[in-house]
Structures are given as structure tokens and as C-alpha cells.
């Protein structure tokens, strides 16, 4: 294939996207195919001569859509949503079609400053204060991941990197029981080591972390000779939404010099709207902050907004500067790969440019309070359903449940099965005091009312026959 045949293919791609977001509602939710379907479909050995785009077309037709989940089915309930609306695709697709490699000012001096704008855009609409600096993370992950080896060298007054761990005392992160499991794996990564991860209790509604327990083991380790490093504090937790409560937190923090890193990788995005930024109150004193435009904001997967208080000390962290990666006569410019882990960077702020333009603020805030509406009155619905108990309140759309009755967990366990397989909505579980639950949670960038009907009407059909 070529450059000359490429427009026939750019067009018959195109068509066939629309057609295939336009007949989601028809297909299942999660891919129906046992496991090893597609690899024993797969050839052992690759092809040595060129093959025609019609066969691939057809054998990707035939290979590969029989087994995708639909993650942009408009009754994708399960995990957070991986969104693509429309205007970001086609940023994705010309991002992917001029392919720079972004990883300095000089390699594409405009992807270098519309990721500059774009996260002071972003800062401004979900109501951070000036004083924070972004960057776009290719994930959470790399964004808590980056924030916990801050907090690293912080502690270690900037020895850890230069010295390694061996010989450096032990410290201390601390956060709820309630956090991502990413958390756990950037404690690894660092090297800090999951014995030094303090998991403290949770409390309220909301299951917030302890402030004072934490403050109790801080205080402890102090005294045991441990030095603690930071915290990380969660607003929409992904097991049930739980939101710490991060004023109290950074309280704490500040009294101990303590780094604070709030994860709001799926909540964040509903901060666009005000009347939901109660659930992060206090952020404006945290350290870093990340949340996912990819997730319910809409935005192309990967686009991940890092948020920080003092560049310097991320920098400190991760950059590294051989000469054949100095920009030379130009003073003042950001090289955003000395903010992140990896030193190749994609054309990410594209996609948010052509999101937020396209939409404007107030149609992803229109978007995000239908999710939230549309959730609490299914929550109400399934309330008043016979055998069914809700167990966690909803957190802007995420809620849980579980049936009632005798032998209530091995019920739900088999009603979540048979709604999985059903295909017309996707669900997950979690589990909530030791106890295993389903959960609900809405945020696909097309979903509407009717699709929580068809999620109403699933439910209680399917947990009539288990």
C-alpha cells in the first residue's frame, strides 16, 4: 500500500466507522468468543510476500471484530469508559498521519505549546487555582508512578537516583484501602517496596481515608525511625467511587512536610462541572493532581492531565539531558519529556484542542450531569426492585448492588454472569467490606437515557431468573 491508494482506504475507513458506532446498540457489549478463538485464527508464521488491503480488510472483518468488547457500546457500564468522540478521532487520525515524535520543543514546537495551553484550558475549566503546571501522561499509572518517585526523592534529599536505595532508610506512602491497585505497582516500580505502603482504615459514606489514623502513623513511623514520604489521596475511587476527603489530608500533610498526590483519574472529568467539586475540596493545596480526559471526558485513548504544583521537583526527578537532547538558542522552552517517564511523547494535546472546541465546556458538562442523572434514577429504580439491594449510594454515576437473600454472594456472582453474557449491557464486579457487589457506572460519550432502561430492564429480568 501506498500514498496514491491510501485517500480510497482513508474513505472506506471512515465509512465504515460511522456505520459501526451507528449499529453499536445492536451488537453484544463484550465480545462472546472463547479464549484462543483469534489466535488459532492468526497464522503461526508471518506472510513473506505482500498481500492486498482487500484481504487484509476482509480477514479483519473476520478475525479481529469478533473479538473486541465494545468499549464504545452506548451500554458499556463496566469499567470507566475509554471514550473516542468523534472530533478526537479525527485529531487521532491526523496526529497518527504526521506522526511526530514529541518528545522536545524542537521536535514539534507546536505539539510542545498546545500541550502547554490545552492544560492550562484544562486547570482553568475543572477550577484549579493558578499555580499548577500540566503535562499529558500517557496514563494514571505513569502520572502516580512519576508523583511517587517525587515524593522518593523529596524524601531522600535527592539521593535516590544518584545513590540507589540500598543503604537509604525506609520510607513511608500512605493512602486508603480503597485506592487503585496502580498505586500498589508504583510502589513497586520506585523500589519503595509494599511493605511501605500503609493502607489506613475508611470511614463515612464516602469511605474516606482516617485522617486521624493517618496521622497516628505518621507519627509512629516518625518515631520508629521510618521516614514518611508522602500521600496519595483518591477522589472516585474505582472500586465504589470512594473520595478522600483531601482538605483534611493535606492538613496532615502540611504539618508533616508531606508530598500529597490526588488520583481523580475518572472523577476529575466531572469537575467541569461546579456543583461536583465538593468531592475534591481542598484540592488546590495538593501537590500533583492527575485525572483522564479519556475516560469520561471523551478524549481519545491515551490522554492522561498531570497536574503539579512545582515543576522543579519533577524534573529534578526524571530529567536527564545528554547533549544530543539540549535545545540550543532557544531559551525558555519546556522539553516535556523531562516531566514524564518515557522519552517519546505522542501528539496527545491535538485531541484535546479539537474535543473542547468542538463541544465547548457546557456540552461535556451537559454530558456528564445527564450520566450522573440518569444513574441516580436507575439506582432509585432498583431500589424498589424486589430482590435487589443497593449497597453503595451513588458517587456522581457509579453506584452498587447486590441481590438479597440466602446465599446472596453466589447469586450475584451467577446474575452478573448471566447479565454478561446476555450482551445487551456490561457490568463488573467489586467487592465492598468483604462483600462481593456489582457495580454500575455510566460515562460512555453517546449513551442515553434509553440505554439505562435497557440496563433497568436486564437487570431485574435476569435477577428474577437466578
Known amino acids: 500500500m ?29 465480545a462472546p468468543l472463547d479464549p484462543g478463538a483469534t489466535l488459532r485464527a492468526l497464522p503461526a508464521a508471518p506472510p513473506e510476500a505482500p498481500g492486498p488491503m482487500e484481504t487484509i480488510w476482509q480477514d479483519f472483518e473476520r478475525i479481529v471484530m469478533p473479538g473486541i468488547t465494545h468499549w464504545q457500546h452506548p451500554r458499556f457500564f463496566a469499567y470507566f469508559n475509554s471514550n473516542a468522540a468523534p472530533a478526537s478521532v479525527l485529531a487521532e487520525y ?38 499548577f503546571h500540566g503535562v499529558i501522561q500517557d496514563s494514571a499509572s505513569s502520572a502516580t508512578l512519576a508523583a511517587v518517585l517525587t515524593m522518593r526523592e523529596r524524601a531522600l534529599g535527592w539521593a535516590g537516583n544518584a545513590q540507589g536505595l540500598p543503604g537509604q532508610k525506609h520510607l513511608r506512602i500512605y493512602c486508603s484501602s480503597e485506592v487503585h491497585s496502580s498505586i500498589d505497582r508504583a510502589i513497586w516500580v520506585a523500589g519503595i517496596g509494599q511493605d511501605n ?29 521510618v521516614v514518611p ?13 470512594a473520595c478522600d476527603n483531601v482538605a483534611a489530608i493535606c492538613e496532615v500533610a502540611r504539618k508533616h512536610g508531606l508530598y500529597v498526590h490526588v488520583d481523580a483519574a475518572w472523577a476529575g472529568s466531572a ?16 501537590d500533583s493532581i492527575v485525572l483522564n480526559p479519556h475516560k469520561w471526558m471523551g478524549a481519545q485513548f491515551d490522554c492522561s492531565a498531570h497536574f503539579v504544583r512545582a515543576p522543579e521537583d519533577l524534573t529534578r526527578t526524571l530529567a536527564i539531558q545528554p547533549e544530543y537532547l539540549r535545545t540550543h538558542g532557544a531559551d525558555g522552552v519546556i522539553d ?15 485531541k484535546l484542542w479539537f474535543l473542547i472546541r468542538a463541544h465547548g465546556l457546557e456540552g461535556l458538562r451537559g454530558m456528564i450531569r445527564n450520566h450522573v442523572a440518569w444513574s441516580r434514577a436507575l439506582c432509585e429504580r432498583l431500589r424498589d426492585a424486589p430482590g435487589i439491594e443497593i449497597v453503595t449510594e451513588p458517587v456522581l454515576s457509579l453506584f452498587t448492588f447486590r441481590l438479597s437473600g440466602e446465599d446472596a454472594e453466589t447469586r450475584t456472582l451467577a446474575l452478573l454472569q448471566r447479565i454478561n453474557d446476555d450482551g445487551r449491557i456490561y457490568l463488573t464486579q467489586t467487592k465492598v467490606d468483604g462483600q462481593l457487589v456489582i457495580r454500575f457506572q455510566a460515562g460512555q460519550f453517546c449513551a442515553e437515557a434509553r440505554d439505562f432502561d435497557t440496563a433497568f430492564d436486564t437487570i431485574t429480568e435476569l435477577a428474577g431468573k437466578v
Open 94 to 131: 491526523l496526529a497518527a498521519t504526521i506522526a511526530p515524535q514529541c518528545m522536545l520543543w524542537q521536535t514539534s514546537p507546536a505539539a510542545t505549546e498546545m500541550e502547554t495551553r490545552m492544560m492550562e484550558w484544562l486547570a482553568q475549566a475543572v477550577g484549579l487555582p493558578a499555580g
Open 229 to 241: 514520604a508522602g500521600i496519595v489521596a483518591c477522589t472516585g475511587a474505582t472500586g465504589m467511587g
Open 197 to 225: 505502603l500503609v493502607k489506613l482504615p475508611v470511614q463515612g459514606p464516602l469511605r474516606a481515608m482516617d485522617a486521624f489514623a493517618l496521622e497516628r502513623a505518621i507519627e509512629q513511623d516518625k518515631a520508629e525511625g
Open 2 to 30: 501506498d500514498w496514491q491508494a491510501f485517500p480510497r482506504w482513508g474513505r472506506k475507513v471512515a465509512d465504515w466507522a460511522a456505520a459501526y458506532h451507528g449499529g453499536l446498540r445492536d451488537r453484544p457489549v463484550r
Open 336 to 350: 516535556y519529556s523531562e516531566w514524564s517517564i518515557p522519552l517519546g511523547r505522542r501528539f496527545r494535546a491535538l
Open 271 to 286: 469537575m467541569l462541572c461546579p456543583e461536583f467539586r465538593d468531592l475534591w475540596a481542598g484540592v488546590e493545596r495538593a
